[in-house]
């Protein structure tokens, strides 16, 4: 077992997480402003609040790719896509937690992913080539 890799595999998980956090929690944040800037405008702020969620998803599996790479690990495609599709789960569950004022998904979720891309950080695949 390759305890570096899961080490690395945290780290990238965890300033992902963090990113992405802080981009939905910043999004929908002027989402609700732009609305209350405009209040009779039936969607007011409705761009903004897409924009945050595409971006916040989007940027995950890009930063865990990005990540693992700078730190010099190869074949984590796996780590990738199973958080890169997690995240959009676990964040559009809590949706209306980081909407409504309290601005963060619980700390034992938050955990839980951590740990979930510290497992799949040590799986590495490189499409039958080491």
């Known amino acids: 077992m390759d305890h570096l890799r899961h080490i690395k595999g945290a780290l990238a998980t965890v300033i992902s997480t963090i990113a992405c956090h802080a981009v939905l929690s910043y999004g929908l944040k002027k ?3 732009a609305g209350e800037e405009q209040p009779d405008v039936v969607l007011g702020g409705a761009v903004e609040f897409l ?4 971006i916040a998803w989007t940027l995950m599996p890009v930063l865990l790719a990005v990540l693992m790479r700078l730190s ?3 074949g984590n ?4 896509l199973v958080c890169g599709l997690v ?4 964040s559009g569950y809590f949706l209306d937690e980081i909407d409504d004022g309290t601005g963060r998904i619980p ?5 839980l992913y951590v740990l979930l891309g510290t497992l799949l950080a040590g799986n590495r695949h490189y499409n039958g080539r080491e």
């Open 77 to 80: 495609h796996l780590l990738v």
């Open 31 to 33: 989402s609700h402003e």
């Open 72 to 74: 010099g690990e190869k």
């Open 87 to 90: 995240w959009p789960l676990l």
């Open 51 to 54: 924009l945050a969620v595409v």
């Open 107 to 111: 700390l034992v979720a938050i955990v």
